[in-house]
């Protein structure tokens, strides 16, 4: 495609899955910039640090740019055909169930759509899964048992307009801060609604909240099956909305009521006082929403929790009204399009059901498929067991790297290590997933791609090219589609746009749907070219109207193939005689798929089920007519369970999540200076009685450990910590630390229903690594210090910056050092030793440049590691100055910003308290006087720490 210059382009953020509108610009220079949509409906202007930040991510550094087998570089017809070959043989020779694809929520949903069409109605298959089933497949399965279908009732104006939110495992500030920020700005005009937060850790979040419930890990199904009781023996139900609309209400109540508060309060480990409080304040407030993140999904109980938060609002009628619902806020930017278009093992194309008969049947007549997949799937933890143990012989991950993100993620690597055949379609060349691969294959980037996305709302937004395409990159649905050719389905993966695809998966949707599904996009069926450039955000349903959808077996031409690559003469897998397989139950615990009719679904009336398209926004279920058989809700039964997982050896819960500024495993964020500034290393955090009683100090390194694995961190000792548990973050790989990929520890214990691993309930233990030395270094060039026991890098402005700590001290650091930053011969060093001490500094300079910088100590390193780090970028003529870099602070009226709080702007601590010994008495005046806080708002508790504590000194 062509790109004009100094244009803004409207797209969409890869990030999280709030779905935060974009402008971005290319200037003539080639230069990135980009700002917040102010008129998208997601974010209306309002971008999060790591949205802030994408221009930095957007250079071809590392990326693979052509495709190789073998490690060689190949063309594209010999990657493809031996792609498409090798599959073709496997499913010849041991089936269908042979293959399988992993794919991502970092898809685009075209993408998705094509990779699910090959894999469920080609290869005759579901072993598609997805890395969202490591988010949100507990929320699909809650759903579909208690609405009949995958269905977000709610919108983001309902935060906006409730009395009471209910955050519930749900670190909004640093996981979804624009939707945090929408929260914080509804307060400020309302300061009467009340908010309360659900998690063990005292997060950032908890600083907005007006009650903090520091819940026992997985006390949530407890929690929350308690309130149910507490409604009904308060008589705070809505009888007539449950009569009408529901069904199972007494059996839920009988089973919730055998839970007394006392049983609530050992299960939670919340006091009396504190449960009466909460279910007061809930039964009280018409308008409360309840969000959910992944505290809840991620767990061996996480589809029981979805279903007993939905039973506390189906009870009060809470659902489907503005400022009234359950609401999930899904992790990442496309996790809603994947499930629109069937991409997990466990669901078919349009929202139907690989259980149901006639889903399939609609779904193949309407791809004029040779086959369809007539069970479900192999999902996420399960397919790399039959990864492991041979099940599966060819297998096909995209945009993702489940080497770091999959639970026991050793074994994980090892079954991939183990494959006969493995292909990689990612845009990195490097990672620790593409490391394994016998095929890579080069796929766009965010800036290259064009597609759609589907946000927590159920809004579509296109995501739209600003960049060329660069070396021989193509898009993902291009290289699916490429190989779907090569295996003999030439017409059924003709497209040659992404609109193609997009109206292909839109009529669909709408196809023989008269309303009797949720999901219905039909309205875009006939969309083209043009159309799809200019497609604005909308929410579904947006059904269409009665105009003529495409008749199935009857797909239109796409206008052949526009990609010069031939298809090699490969067996046509469409001939093989499909397998017959017996019909099956549908999956244990979720709704059976319900027979079909012409029944309307009964929305709220500014919903009509003809309702045109735009910008209004929907919700469902507020007058019922839900998806099940006969249109009513399903309250679930649920009787609590307590899981003890700890161990004399192991006797600490580990629990795993992500930080502010960083995401997944830092594949794109790890490109960024600014977002590697505020937290720069993998960490643990514990509370000081457990730090005390391990003999862990703040800054030590710590060896965390479980039965699968260990990993080695920095502490930081917290009193936001629950006792008892730890915290650490899941994004570092081997990629940017020693031993950092904290998955490794986690186990493969799943929900029995959605298959959803239980990453936040890991037991644990922790010990003191007796480091015998400490390091900071930067350094120009990207460093490989991997003889040291613990190393971790992170980039800054002109280089890198590393921090280490090693177990013997008996090393020549100045051979280290000229190793680490890579001098040349005639390099200038200036060097200070006290080999008493244990103190070591020295400082490479080639020409006025710095090449590096490394300080030793036998303990953690005190040095101004942001002001080391921007010397890097600057000029250093004179000695003196030469000098305060191996003293490793400023001298003179430079001064030190300290750690960086603020990354949109890039304030530090240091700046933040000499403002308020200026006068500064409040994060607002902060912001007037240091812009930080001002933008993404992610940083204004981390401010507000600051402020109290230079306050409190100052009256002391």
Not at 58 to 68: A, I, N, T
Not at 547 to 571: E, F, M, N, V
Not at 608 to 632: C, E, L, Q, V
Request: net charge negative; aromatic share 8%.
């Amino acid at each position: 495609m062509e790109i004009e210059e100094a244009r803004e382009v409207r797209t969409t953020c890869p990030y999280c899955g709030v779905g935060c509108g974009v402008l971005a610009k290319v200037a003539a220079d080639g230069q990135v910039s980009v700002r917040g949509d102010p008129n998208h409906p997601a974010n209306f202007g309002r971008l999060c640090s790591k949205g802030s930040a994408l221009a930095e991510t957007v250079d071809l550094d590392g990326r693979l740019l052509h495709p190789e087998i073998h490690g060689r570089r190949a063309g594209w017809d010999e990657a493809l055909d031996l792609v498409a070959s090798t599959f073709s043989q496997t499913i010849a020779e041991h089936g269908p169930d042979s293959v399988a694809f992993y794919v991502s929520g970092q898809l685009l949903t075209e993408d998705y759509y094509v990779a699910n069409k090959l894999m469920k109605g080609f290869i005759g298959s579901a072993n598609i899964d997805t890395n969202s089933r490591l988010c949100m497949a507990s929320s699909v399965a809650g759903h579909r048992r208690a609405f009949g279908a995958d269905t977000v009732p709610g919108t983001y104006e309902d935060l906006e307009l409730a009395d009471l939110i209910v955050l519930v495992g749900s670190n909004l500030a640093w996981c979804h801060p624009v939707l945090y920020q929408r929260i914080a700005a509804a307060r400020e005009k309302r300061p009467e609604m009340k908010i309360v937060l659900v998690d063990p850790r005292r997060t950032m979040t908890a600083d907005i909240a007006d009650m903090h419930l520091a819940i026992a890990p997985d006390g949530d199904v407890a929690l929350f099956t308690g309130l149910l009781a507490y409604l009904g023996q308060h008589n705070a139900l809505d009888r007539p909305y449950i009569t009408a609309h529901t069904t199972g209400f007494g059996q839920a109540l009988f089973a919730a009521s055998a839970l007394d508060l006392a049983n609530v309060a050992a299960s939670t480990g919340l006091s009396e006082d504190e449960l009466g409080r909460f279910y007061s304040l809930f039964s009280a407030t018409a308008k409360t929403v309840t969000v959910y993140s992944q505290g809840v999904n991620q767990s061996s109980s996480g589809t029981d929790k979805v279903n007993a938060i939905i039973n506390c609002h189906l009870a009060t009628g809470r659902i489907g009204k503005p400022g009234a619902g359950p609401f999930s806020v899904t992790g990442q930017p496309n996790a809603m399009g994947g499930r629109e278009v069937g991409g997990m093992a466990n669901m078919l194309a349009a929202h139907m059901e690989v259980e149901n008969p006639e889903h399939r049947d609609r779904v193949q007549r309407f791809w004029n498929a040779p086959t369809i997949a007539r069970k479900p799937g192999l999902k996420a933890v399960e397919m790399f067991q039959a990864l492991a143990d041979g099940r599966i012989k060819a297998l096909w991950i995209m945009a993702t790297n489940p080497v770091d993100s999959m639970p026991d993620a050793d074994a994980v690597e090892a079954a991939i290590k183990g494959c006969p055949f493995v292909v990689v379609s990612d845009v990195l060349a490097q990672t620790d997933t593409v490391r394994h691969a016998h095929v890579r294959l080069p796929a766009a980037a965010w800036g290259e791609k064009d597609g759609t996305v589907t946000n927590s709302e159920r809004r579509i937004s296109r995501q739209r090219a600003f960049l060329e395409l660069p070396g021989e990159v193509l898009p993902d649905w291009r290289i699916v589609a490429e190989v779907g050719k090569r295996m003999g389905f030439g017409e059924a993966f003709s497209h040659a746009t992404p609109a193609e695809v997009f109206a292909e998966h839109s009529a669909l949707s709408g196809f023989e749907n008269d309303g009797a599904r949720d999901f219905d996009i039909g309205a875009y069926a006939g969309v083209d070219g043009e159309d799809y450039d200019a497609l604005e955000p909308f929410q579904w349903p947006a059904p269409s109207q009665g105009t003529p959808l495409w008749p199935a077996g009857h797909l239109p031409r796409k206008g052949g193939d526009r990609l010069s690559l031939q298809p090699s003469p490969i067996a046509n897998v469409a001939r093989m005689a499909a397998t017959p397989e017996p019909l099956i139950s549908p999956l244990a615990g979720e709704m059976a798929g319900r027979p079909e009719g012409g029944v309307q679904a009964g929305r709220q009336p500014e919903e009509s089920a003809h309702a045109a398209p735009g910008p209004s926004t929907t919700r469902f279920f507020a007058n019922g007519n839900f998806y099940t058989p006969d249109r009513k809700a399903r309250f679930i039964a649920i009787r609590p369970t307590t899981e003890i997982r700890t161990s004399p050896d192991y006797p600490l819960i580990l629990n795993t999540g992500r930080i502010r500024d960083h995401w997944h495993t830092m594949t794109r964020t790890g490109k960024s200076p600014r977002l590697s500034q505020h937290i720069a290393e993998p960490f643990v955090e514990i509370h000081p009685a457990d730090a005390a009683l391990y003999g862990i100090g703040d800054a030590d390194i710590a060896r965390v450990s479980s039965p699968r694995g260990e990993v080695l961190v920095r502490a930081l000792v917290t009193a936001r910590q629950r006792q008892g548990s730890l915290f650490a973050p899941m994004h570092w790989t081997d990629q940017f630390a020693a031993k950092g990929r904290l998955d490794a520890l986690t186990a493969p214990v799943t929900d029995p229903i959605s298959g959803q691993p239980a990453l936040k309930h890991v037991a644990a233990r922790i010990e003191k690594f007796a480091a015998k030395a400490f390091g900071f270094a930067v350094t120009r060039q990207r460093p490989g210090p991997d003889t040291t026991a613990y190393w971790a890098v992170a980039k800054c402005k002109a280089g890198w910056r590393v921090e280490l700590a090693f177990g013997d001290d008996d090393i020549d650091w100045a051979g280290f050092a000229g190793s680490l930053f890579g001098t040349s011969p005639g390099a200038e060093i200036l060097a200070y030793h006290d080999r008493d001490a244990g103190q070591h500094r020295i400082a490479a300079f080639d020409g006025d440049q710095l090449s590096g910088a490394l300080f030793v100590a036998p303990g953690p390193v005190a040095v101004s590691r942001g002001w080391a780090a921007e010397q890097l970028s600057a000029d250093h003529v004179d000695r003196r100055g030469r000098l305060a870099i191996v003293a490793g602070r400023p001298g003179g009226i430079d001064a030190d910003r300290g750690a960086i709080v603020c990354s949109c702007f890039g304030v530090g601590a240091n700046q933040i308290a000499e403002a308020v010994r200026q006068g500064c008495g409040s994060v607002a005046a902060i912001g007037a006087a240091l812009h930080a806080g001002t933008n993404c708002g992610s940083c204004r508790a981390e401010i507000r720490v600051i402020v109290d504590a230079q306050t409190l000194q100052a009256a002391e």
